[in-house]
């Protein structure tokens, strides 16, 4: 069968060793290993492979090997093979442009699946059985990174793994405000209002969907924060108006005037306050 041409990219001899006894019993042909990212690169553009199969912590660092073998002018299928599921190296890899991701808590034969899968043009992704409930994690990165151009898909895979503008703007070589504008235009693909949300979003699968057109989530949390801050400008009057009514009953029942809380039966007047009827002035007529 043609187009079965594997290459295995890892930094352990027995780790490569292991896979290659794996996959030839299935009609696959080893056709060179390596131990790094660098050796890696010659040898796929020395040799060609249709398919190579990437441990993304590789010295030389294996996602980045992913993106420079999707540039090369045959560029071969890559699947990536990593002991981390963390959903930002699973995003990395996407944006990379892996067409594959195995986590290697798989049986032997899901990874076999896997590279036949790939070479079959489809794209299977296993995270690990820990995480069954997020596989539809990178096909929803992908379909939005899709529309995006190389370096904002840099962009995006930085933000995935936390990094903050002046990072960014040091590990691309760009200005800060180059950086802004790069990442408000990833967070307007991606159909986010915030970092936040972002992260959010490659989290959980469900929040990762395209929000509805006439749905805004920016107007929908200013809508929310400005319900909060009605609510709480509402009750600020009404503990005003509370504290108000109180220092009116109190300074009433110290004049002894109208408003204050009527006195018990039998309770004595203080002393020196008269009366009202008593303090009024009584003009006589004169003699």
Excluded: Y
């Excluded at 929000?211 to 924060?225: C, E, K, Q, Y």
């Amino acid at each position: 069968m043609e187009n079965r041409r594997v290459m295995v990219v890892d930094a352990f001899p027995l780790a490569r060793a292991a896979l290659g006894e794996v996959l030839r019993p299935h009609g696959f042909a080893v056709v060179a290993e390596a131990g790094t990212a660098a050796d890696g690169l010659r040898a796929a553009r020395s040799l060609r492979p249709d398919a190579v199969i990437v441990e993304p912590c590789v010295p030389g660092d294996g996602v980045l090997l992913c993106r420079r073998l999707k540039r090369l002018p045959a560029a071969p299928l890559v699947v990536m093979f990593a002991q981390d599921n963390d959903p930002g190296l699973v995003a990395d890899c996407v944006v990379a442009g892996a067409d594959g991701f195995v986590h290697q808590s798989a049986p032997a034969q899901l990874l076999v699946d896997a590279v036949d899968h790939v070479l079959r043009s489809k794209r299977p992704w296993f995270l690990g059985r820990a995480r069954q409930a997020e596989q539809a994690l990178p096909a929803a990165v992908d379909r939005r990174a899709g529309h995006m151009t190389e370096r904002e898909r840099e962009v995006l895979s930085m933000l995935l793994r936390r990094l903050t503008n002046a990072e960014i703007a040091a590990e691309l070589g760009v200005a800060g405000q180059t950086v802004k504008n790069h990442v408000s235009s990833v967070l307007q693909k991606m159909s986010v209002p915030s970092r936040k949300h972002l992260l959010r979003a490659c989290q959980d699968p469900v929040a990762s969907r395209p929000h509805p057109a006439r749905w805004d989530p920016v107007r929908w949390d200013m809508a929310r924060l400005d319900t909060a801050r009605l609510d709480t400008a509402r009750l600020d009057t009404v503990r005003l108006d509370t504290a108000r009514s109180d220092t009116a009953r109190r300074a009433a029942a110290r004049r002894g005037g109208p408003g204050a809380p009527p006195a018990p039966a039998g309770a004595r007047r203080p002393a020196g306050r008269p009366a009202a009827a008593e303090s009024r002035t009584v003009r006589t007529a004169a003699p």
